[in-house]
């Protein structure tokens, strides 16, 4: 983990919480949509674990919003616990995202989210997500159409620019705030770079200093300390956890304790392997088995990283093929990690 080097007195000045429109989350820690993983099992499994203000659901597409097409991918389903709730759609007719708004504001979404930063060629190639980039007079008449045709809160989420030839970041952020956007939220990779590089932050400071409308930085934040660091250094209204919760879903909790000058916790193999084990019960009363396994074989990658000799794990839950041959590859593992930390302790 890394070290933190504030004050404490510089800790407790760091914003804990922001608004979007009328609604206050109680934390400014929020977890990142992400498609095929943010589903409402994995959100409620982060809420549980505490200290996250915000949830979102995975990034739908605005064309297959409709009461219909809802029952059959059912992207958009969610429990009242889980609230507040952002929703997130992609598109890029302004009449149809518009239309699809409505739908998201009738399923009781607090927030709704505008995809234009996915960099998926599926999704730039239909002029969707990051694509948008590259034409924001379309970016602002759809959002403006949005805007026009709901009453909760919008939020942006969107990337740096298409290429580090095209950086409009700043541009974007003005134009979505003259949309009547109530917030933005800033991965700042280019669509060029996908994942890869390092997301600068500094782009993030300059959006918030650019607009008045609360802006929130997302990327490559995977422990406590940067979480803060982020925040001291660019001034930003919140900071959006993708990938580092997944590895951790305790960060959340972890950055909560560190303001308070604790120390974070630090979850034991039994604490993981309970994580793991309660996640597939949840995922086995909303799914098939097949598509549980799936969402499993998901997490683990990503969960399982940090522990040692975990590859084998991971490679043993994908080649499982039932649910019951991969809780025995995870008692086996999470046995001898729990026998190893118990033995380091005594
Ligand atoms: C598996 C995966 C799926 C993602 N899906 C979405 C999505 O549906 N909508 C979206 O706005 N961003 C999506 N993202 C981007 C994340 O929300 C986030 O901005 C990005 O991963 C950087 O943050 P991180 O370093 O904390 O993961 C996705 C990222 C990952 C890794």
């Not at 950086?167 to 994942?195: F, S």
């Not at 916790?265 to 793991?276: G, I, L, R, V």
Request: aromatic letters at 6%; hydrophobic letters at 45%; a neutral charge.
């Amino acid at each position: 983990m890394n070290s933190l080097n504030l004050d404490q007195s510089i800790i407790n000045a760091l914003p804990t919480y922001y608004r979007i429109g009328p609604i206050e989350l109680t934390s400014n820690i929020v977890l990142a949509p992400m498609a095929g993983v943010t589903d409402s099992v994995f959100r409620r499994m982060i809420l549980g674990l505490g200290h996250c203000g915000l949830v979102s659901s995975e990034m739908t597409n605005a064309a297959s919003v409709s009461p219909k097409a809802l029952k059959r991918h059912r992207l958009l389903d969610y429990l009242p616990d889980e609230r507040p709730i952002a929703m997130q759609i992609s598109g890029n007719d302004p009449d149809l995202v518009a239309r699809a708004a409505q739908v998201v504001e009738g399923l009781g979404a607090d927030i709704l989210d505008i995809n234009c930063g996915c960099p998926s060629p599926k999704v730039t190639g239909g002029g969707h997500g990051a694509s948008l980039l590259r034409n924001l007079p379309k970016m602002s008449r759809m959002l403006k159409a949005v805007r026009a045709a709901v009453h909760i809160p919008i939020t942006l989420k969107y990337r740096a620019g298409w290429d580090k030839q095209s950086l409009n970041y700043i541009e974007t952020a003005k134009i979505a705030e003259d949309a009547g956007v109530d917030g933005l939220t800033l991965h700042p990779r280019t669509r060029e770079q996908l994942y890869r590089g390092t997301a600068d932050w500094q782009r993030v400071a300059e959006v918030k200093r650019a607009v008045s409308i609360p802006v929130i930085g997302s990327g490559d934040v995977n422990d406590a300390a940067t979480a803060l660091q982020r925040l001291y250094e660019t001034g930003v209204d919140g900071v959006m956890i993708g990938r580092g919760a997944i590895a951790n879903p305790w960060i959340f909790l972890q950055i909560a304790q560190l303001r308070r000058g604790e120390a974070p916790f630090t979850p034991t193999p039994a604490d993981k392997f309970e994580f793991m084990h309660r996640f597939l019960d949840l995922c086995l009363e909303e799914m098939n088995e097949r598509l549980a396994l799936n969402k499993l074989k998901q997490l683990v990658s990503h969960f399982s990283l940090a522990l040692p000799g975990s590859a084998a794990l991971r490679a043993a839950i994908h080649r499982s093929a039932s649910v019951a041959e991969a809780r025995e590859h995870m008692e086996a593992f999470f046995d001898l990690h729990m026998a190893t930390s118990a033995a380091s302790q005594s």
